[in-house]
């Protein structure tokens, strides 16, 4: 069982994109959700988490530019990232946080359910 990441593209700094995480073949709602990212030669990072309780957490080099949010009725969580730089440019990631707490989430955590991901360009 995966999710499913969507949304990425190219994208001139300053822009915007929204990225979808979707679940198809269970209930998304029950578990945290992470986004992670991987820029060209790095390792990967987290970027946001959202807990079942919709607390959210973001890294502080996109705080103010990222927000994650949840649709429970579409299963889908979402990455709104708006004044994109080419520091942003990765193939981004979702995936569940395995067991954690409903309250919070951890990017540090053990995840699961991880999607082949959607790249995001950042370039003029």
């Known amino acids: 069982v995966q999710l499913q990441a969507s949304g990425g593209g190219l994208v001139q700094p300053g822009g915007s994109l929204r990225l979808s995480c979707a679940a198809s073949k269970f209930q998304l709602d029950v578990y945290n959700v992470g986004w992670f990212r991987q820029a060209p030669g790095k390792e990967r990072e987290g970027v946001s988490c959202i807990s079942g309780e919709s607390r959210t957490f973001v890294i502080d080099s996109v705080k103010g530019r990222f927000a994650i949010s949840r649709d429970n009725a579409l299963n889908t969580v979402y990455l709104q990232m708006n004044n994109l730089t080419p520091e942003d440019t990765a193939v981004y990631y979702c995936?569940?946080?395995?067991?954690?707490?409903?309250?919070?989430?951890?990017?540090?955590?053990?995840?699961?359910?991880w999607g082949q991901g959607t790249l995001v360009t950042v370039s003029s």
């Open positions: 995936a569940a946080e395995n067991g954690g707490n409903w309250y919070t989430c951890d990017l540090n955590s053990d995840y699961i359910s």
